[in-house]
């Protein structure tokens, strides 16, 4: 069972920037994709930005150039920087993990994942 646990988020800004982080145990594939995916009230949860054990990375175009992800795998960590952020970026941030490389297909879809961490809230103010 894969366990995901996410922190970092808080209320900044706009232009602000945050870290989210992401600690993840019970895994054992040595392939797999991580994804950063946000939900605002009321709206679908929307994908942020995919990354695969090899590096290989994927960013939504309302992030591309703003928000950077990572993964240190001797930490088993996920990471999320998110620079120049806006209002329209509020939201609930939650990390995703499935076995498999990201470009396999799907790593923008949330019914690709397999395990979910419980989410980190993120609220930018003007």
């Known amino acids: 069972q894969v366990r995901l646990v996410e922190s970092g988020g808080g209320s900044v800004q706009a232009g602000g920037s945050l870290r989210l982080s992401c600690a993840a145990s019970g895994y054992r594939y040595i392939t797999y994709c991580m994804a950063w995916f946000r939900q605002a009230p009321g709206k679908e949860r929307e994908w942020v930005a995919s990354?695969?054990?090899?590096?290989?990375?994927n960013d939504g175009d309302a992030v591309k150039g703003r928000f950077t992800i990572s993964l240190e795998k001797a930490k088993n960590t996920l990471y999320l920087q998110m620079n120049s952020l806006k209002v329209e970026d509020t939201a609930m941030y939650y990390c995703a993990y499935r076995v498999g490389a990201c470009y396999t297909g799907g790593f923008d879809r949330p019914n690709s994942f397999t395990f979910w961490g419980q989410g980190t809230q993120v609220a930018v103010s003007s």
């Open positions: 990354i695969t054990t090899d590096g290989t990375t």
